[in-house]
């Protein structure tokens, strides 16, 4: 029996460290070992798949029962694609928030930030077969964290990506083009790359706006591609 | 090429995305041996990861519509992470080798930039001598931290710790 083709590593610098000091939650959470090479067998090269039927999409996350949540109106759309480019068709995509004041609808964000009630902050899309998709959401606010004096995360949203195998795995936060509170953020500078980060921030396009109804934000992703040859060395 | 997106932490707030029935496998009716797999996540003050989750993925049996082959179970208050499964058989490594019976980990939580990848193997499975990943793990102590224990009948526990004393062997994969 052949051998399943490996995904590539990850480029150099494209991936923050576990230990990045600045954010202080990684200190007691990071492996002190460097991690065990593991050869890409079955178990890292194929990976689940989730159906719409059993996992039903929530791609307009503005409204609940039809009444409409306050803030921003503003649409995410995007295409994923491995390294090379190819599109990554009919993969789940999880995305959840905080809403337009800055405040998650969970019982441990405390924020002194009003809660709205027409706004739970959770979706699911699944990409098409030229892994495009696309959410209705409101735009999210920035909020203090403790991590250091007058620390406040710029506004982002959570995205989760599953791909076509176990190594493709990815969850990520997307920002918004402009952000004063980029440069200041240990969570977005843990990645050093700068060409890296910059695929966090998503870019204000006219082509996804709706006119008359909402703004929209591109964010691409790419998941790891497959390795022409096994990556044992 | 354009390298892979950057990881970025899951947060203390993924629960918005929670729903407890993944912690269950076999809620499609799967038919077979179903196993419990628990155990603490811990962090390097001994403390419990308590707002992380623990995703399984596992290559056997097969994914079906009866059994989705992946699962997630939030880490409670405690530590403790709990999930319900089918219990795996060997599936092929790389070459001519055989991997022992063996349930893929991914950990993720506030304080980890990247998701962390480890394997559950079971104590006792013949295949364990001869698994290609177990054997590349020197040390027997670091080697067991990959072993789950069998509890009871039919649950088996593999404790995780993230850092220090006993860490847990993390997978570069």
Redesign the interface.
Known sequence: MSDPIPFRPYAAGTQPSLDSPDYLGTRKRHPRHSLHKLPHTITETIGPAFSPALFPPMADMTTIDGRRALGERIIVAGRITDEDGRPVPNTMVEIWQANATGRYHHPADQHDAPLDPNFSGAGRVFTDADGRYKVLTIRPGAYPWPNHKNAWRPSHIHFSFFGPAFATRLVTQMYFPGDPLLAFDPIYNAVLDQAARQQLVSVFDFDITQPDYALGFRFDVVLRGRGATPMEH | ?????????????????EDKSWADLTR?GAEGERIVLTGAVI???G?P?A?GCV?I???DPP?SDSF???GRSVIDRYGNYHLVTMKPGP?????NAQ?AP?I?I?I?????????VT?AYFDGETLNATD??LT??EEPA?RATLIARNDAPGVWRLDIR???GN???????
């Open positions: 090429m354009t390298a892979a997106t950057a990881s970025q932490t899951i947060g203390p707030y993924w629960h918005l995305i499609f962090d390097g003050d403390a990861f707002d995703e993925w596992q290559a994914a989705p082959g992946f599936v092929p490594g790389r070459g991997q063996h893929a991914c993720l939580g506030r304080g980890l930039m990247h998701h962390l394997r290609p990943l590349s793990i670091r993230l850092q220090g860490e847990t062997v993390f997978l570069d994969i």
